[in-house]
């Protein structure tokens, strides 16, 4: 992507570091996006906001978080906007990086979570908890590194 980041989103070290040693799966949550890329959106520009989402889902906090957006219903609102049917199919607000990674492991009809479905699940928060916090870009880095570990 030479920079160019749609957003303002910049990849943290950590990102770039995780990159490196799980492209496979940025490819795989990018193609999942751009399998139900808006049809009338900007080719190009589409394809650089998968990247950026694909990129963010290797960071250690919230999507929204960790794409450096103010919450998580700006989020909503951007994958609405450019992956409208992939976005529709979150009907339970599941987090969307569980979200994502569960449509992958559904895609490859792998059972990835021990309960048959998400209504009986003992680990409900952790898929569908909340999703609170400050935005990152108004954080100094010391808390930035506090949220994570």
Not at 2 to 16: A, D, E, N, R, S
């Amino acid at each position: 992507m030479g920079g160019l980041w749609p957003l303002g989103f910049v990849p943290t070290v950590h990102m770039q570091a995780e990159r490196r040693r799980r492209e496979d799966e940025v490819e795989d949550v990018r193609a999942l996006l751009l399998d139900h890329v808006n049809p009338v959106a900007d080719e190009v520009l589409s394809h650089q906001v998968a990247e950026a989402v694909a990129v963010a889902c290797l960071g250690d906090n919230h999507l929204w978080q960790d794409l450096q957006l103010t919450s998580r219903d700006q989020l909503s609102a951007l994958l609405h906007q450019w992956f409208p049917v992939l976005a529709a199919r979150n009907t339970q607000h599941m987090k969307w990086k569980k979200f994502f990674y569960k449509q992958l492991c559904e895609r490859e009809e792998i059972q990835a979570c021990r309960a048959p479905s998400c209504a009986v699940c003992t680990d409900q928060a952790q898929c569908f908890g909340s999703e609170d916090g400050p935005p990152l870009a108004a954080m100094a880095p010391a808390e930035v590194h506090d949220l994570r570990h």
